[in-house]
């Protein structure tokens, strides 16, 4: 019985689904119909969760917009959806986000997948064995020194 509820999903599911993860910054087309007409309009949100498998997968996007917040679930092989795009990939450690929606401003960002904070490497400090300590006596108190 699944082997055949298998066999008819598969045929509607995306050839070129998008590859993204919980975090990710999404761009998403969505073909919006008005009477007659067809347009495209995007939604650009981060993703806090994404959810089942096969033909009945969704995922959730959530902007803020003037200050509101707005989340939309969209079923990931739904014909409605034409472009996903990747603006950013996020670091983050949940695989649902749902505690943005309490956070506001700067503390609902996330971190840039790409950008690590490394430290500098430091130059190796000489030794005292070596005789070769710094002197951190200012330059008139030198010279004093040196006349007297």
């Given at each position: 019985m699944n082997a055949i509820i298998d066999k008819v999903e598969k045929s509607f599911l995306k050839k070129n689904a998008p590859v993204f993860r919980v975090g990710?910054?999404?761009r998403v087309d969505v073909k919006i119909v008005e009477g007659q007409s067809e347009?495209?309009?995007a939604f650009e949100g981060v993703v806090i969760r994404k959810k089942g498998h096969g033909i009945a997968a969704t995922f959730t996007i959530?902007?803020?917009s003037f200050g509101i917040g707005i989340e939309r679930t969209f079923p990931l092989h739904s014909p409605k959806l034409e472009n996903f795009k990747v603006i950013r990939s996020g670091r983050v450690r949940r695989a649902k986000l749902?505690?943005?929606?309490?956070?506001?401003g700067k503390a609902a960002r996330?971190?840039?997948q790409n950008t690590k904070e490394t430290?500098?490497?430091q130059a190796p400090k000489p030794s005292a064995s070596e005789g070769t300590e710094p002197n951190n006596t200012p330059p008139l108190q030198a010279a004093e020194t040196q006349t007297s």
């Open positions: 990710d910054t999404l347009r495209l309009q959530r902007k803020v749902y505690y943005l929606r309490n956070l506001t996330i971190q840039d430290k500098k490497p």
